[in-house]
């Protein structure tokens, strides 16, 4: 069983950044690929990003790649999500996600999942 706890979410102007971040709780973690996706009013859960067990190697979804980064701390548990030139198409409820396969650039890699924080950019 893994437990996931999303923070940092919030209201930002355009072109802000956020960092979000995910305790993980168990002893899974450091065998576990962690991921982020995020899901907007009247539109389905979107993968935006996911990082290999070890954190040497990352996947980021188009829409986001060059402004959103993946990362992890295996010590502390912790998966981040850095988010810059936020737009307000960027508007959702942000999940951490956690696998315990090797995959982790498809939805389907993912078995467990957060509450979510929300993200709102606007002026």
């Known amino acids: 069983q893994v437990q996931l706890d999303e923070s940092g979410g919030g209201l930002v102007q355009p072109g802000g950044s956020l960092r979000l971040s995910c305790a993980a709780s168990?002893?899974?973690?450091?065998?576990?690929?962690m991921g982020w996706c995020r899901q907007a009013p009247g539109k389905g859960r979107e993968l935006l990003a996911g990082i290999s067990r070890s954190g040497d190697s990352t996947f980021a979804a188009d829409s986001v790649k060059g402004r959103f980064t993946i990362s992890r701390d295996n010590d502390k548990t912790t998966v981040y999500l850095q988010m810059n030139s936020l737009k307000p198409e960027d508007t959702a409820v942000y999940y951490c996600?956690?696998?315990?396969?090797?995959?982790?650039?498809?939805?389907?890699?993912?078995?467990?999942w957060g509450q979510g924080t929300q993200v709102t950019v606007s002026s």
């Open positions: 996600a956690a696998g315990s396969g090797f995959g982790y650039s498809r939805s389907y890699h993912y078995e467990y």
């Open positions: 168990g002893r899974i973690f450091s065998n576990a690929v």
